[in-house]
């Protein structure tokens, strides 16, 4: 049907026509055509096969679209002339208020640039060739940007010849094959296709590192920088209204931060809503903090862990006589593997017996509290062995929950990423921080265990433990 058309130089209109007009004529000089049955429609052509813009879903001769067919059926995925876009001009549009049609048909729909070409296969009788009507896709060859090339149906392989059948009097059946018949491509000619690649990928990696730019900087050796992206979600659960988290975090010994750190901070007064039978407080309250873990002698402590920093805080509550009253205490061993945390934190609060604490409470604010947040977990002032809480009364109150977004920077990682090698300091064995959190809850499990071992063993009696002393 083309060559009937564009042998015509009074059809034709576009550049691409007066090429086919004159490929068409250097044909027909040549002797003409040798295949009469199969041709192609490419990406350009005028009469491009738009079946795959109306495809039916069933069989139904009545069939209506649906109104996504018909908004998908005016985005053709064609090859567009991408222009490089400014930096300066992307960040000044990051939103666009108006947006026209196109702009819309350009970047609501997947728009992946695809080059499609259709074998076609003229299925006419005898001496009626050139109908549209006898025309039937064969093979859809298409090519995306990213350079995947896409035939359907596959090559046939093993598998039997595809069938085509007529509708008609005869109900003519047509078998064909598709086999793929590109040469096979030499060792040479691979070999510089994979230069090509190493070519390209080193670019696209310099130009990723020039954008990154010089300025990341790396800690030194033996040393591990932990940033700490934190939030104070919510708290829930406590019998006052307006709360507020006052917290500061506690750097053990091997630790610094920056001069310029802030280690501590409020957060705003937050009132409660309803939430079920809980009364919750939505602080949503972000911090930060960066800090530095340094191993002076390796040598030293070859097994050792090292200690974690804690966070401690206190819950709060502000009423309008502006009362305080402290609603609880708690504390937070900051992850020791990297990635996001949500934790939820009980809390607690010390406690007077009697009525007349309850009511100085109640009419005039104020509670016990604790001169030393530290005292929440081992207070930094204990130097002894065994720390007693003998009478002291606290009582159970709400919970405070934090979402963390911890990451880790250490040479170490890099080494024992890239050799493979056996640990052998403390840093090397911070590479693997799951493993190391796991030996670190282990190491605590047997601390504890045997320390009840312990005190079950001085509760004895004498003679239960020596045998040979109840026999002398």
Request: glycine share 6%; aromatic share 10%.
């Given at each position: 049907?083309?060559?009937?058309?564009?042998?015509?130089?009074?059809?034709?209109?576009?550049?691409?026509?007066?090429?086919?007009?004159?490929?068409?004529?250097?044909?027909?000089?040549?002797?003409?055509?040798?295949?009469?049955?199969?041709?192609?429609?490419?990406?350009?052509?005028?009469?491009?096969?738009?079946?795959?813009?109306?495809?039916?879903?069933?069989?139904?001769?009545?069939?209506?679209?649906?109104?996504?067919?018909?908004?998908?059926?005016?985005?053709?995925?064609?090859?567009?002339?991408?222009?490089?876009?400014?930096?300066?001009?992307?960040?000044?549009?990051?939103?666009?208020?108006?947006?026209?049609?196109?702009?819309?048909?350009?970047?609501?729909?997947?728009?992946?640039?695809?080059?499609?070409?259709?074998?076609?296969?003229?299925?006419?009788?005898?001496?009626?060739?050139?109908?549209?009507?006898?025309?039937?896709?064969?093979?859809?060859?298409?090519?995306?940007?990213?350079?995947?090339?896409?035939?359907?149906?596959?090559?046939?392989?093993?598998?039997?010849?595809?069938?085509?059948?007529?509708?008609?009097?005869?109900?003519?059946?047509?078998?064909?094959?598709?086999?793929n018949a590109s040469a096979q491509v030499q060792p040479e000619e691979e070999e510089r296709e994979q230069r090509m690649f190493r070519d390209l990928y080193g670019r696209h990696r310099d130009y990723l590192n020039g954008l990154v730019g010089s300025e990341f900087e790396m800690p030194l050796p033996g040393t591990l920088r932990l940033f700490v992206n934190g939030e104070i979600v919510s708290a829930q659960g406590y019998e006052y209204d307006n709360l507020y988290v006052h917290f500061f975090l506690e750097l053990p010994e091997q630790w610094s931060s920056p001069p310029f750190q802030q280690l501590s901070g409020v957060t705003q007064t937050c009132t409660t809503k309803k939430v079920g039978w809980d009364k919750v407080a939505h602080f949503c309250y972000p911090f930060t903090v960066e800090m530095f873990y340094t191993l002076e002698d390796e040598g030293v402590f070859p097994y050792s862990l090292p200690q974690w920093p804690v966070l401690y805080f206190e819950v709060l509550s502000l009423d309008f006589w502006q009362r305080y009253r402290v609603e609880g205490y708690g504390s937070l061993v900051l992850p020791a593997s990297p990635g996001s945390h949500v934790l939820t934190i009980p809390t607690w609060r010390p406690v007077e017996l009697g009525t007349v604490a309850e009511m100085r409470r109640f009419f005039i604010g104020g509670s016990p509290e604790l001169e030393d947040l530290t005292y929440v977990r081992v207070p930094s002032t204990f130097k002894g062995k065994r720390l007693s809480r003998f009478g002291f009364r606290t009582e159970t109150t709400g919970s405070v929950t934090f979402r963390l977004h911890c990451l880790q920077q250490s040479k170490a990682f890099l080494e024992s990423s890239a050799l493979r090698q056996r640990m052998q300091s403390v840093l090397d064995r911070l590479g693997g921080f799951s493993q190391q959190s796991s030996v670190y809850n282990v190491l605590e499990a047997f601390q504890r265990a045997r320390r009840r071992m312990q005190e079950a063993r001085e509760s004895l009696p004498q003679d239960l433990i020596s045998p040979s002393a109840s026999s002398m």
């Open positions: 049907f083309e060559v009937d058309l564009y042998l015509n130089e009074s059809a034709c209109q576009t550049p691409l026509d007066r090429q086919y007009h004159e490929e068409i004529r250097k044909l027909e000089k040549a002797g003409g055509r040798k295949n009469y049955r199969i041709f192609t429609y490419t990406d350009h052509d005028r009469f491009t096969n738009l079946e795959e813009l109306c495809q039916k879903v069933t069989d139904s001769d009545h069939e209506v679209p649906s109104y996504l067919a018909e908004r998908m059926a005016n985005v053709r995925r064609r090859r567009q002339d991408r222009r490089p876009v400014e930096p300066s001009s992307l960040k000044s549009k990051i939103i666009t208020w108006e947006p026209s049609e196109e702009f819309i048909k350009n970047n609501h729909v997947i728009n992946t640039p695809v080059q499609t070409m259709y074998i076609m296969g003229d299925l006419g009788p005898y001496g009626k060739l050139g109908n549209r009507e006898y025309e039937h896709v064969l093979c859809t060859i298409k090519v995306d940007g990213n350079g995947v090339i896409t035939v359907k149906p596959d090559f046939t392989g093993t598998k039997g010849p595809y069938r085509i059948e007529l509708d008609g009097e005869k109900r003519e059946v047509w078998e064909y094959t598709i086999e």
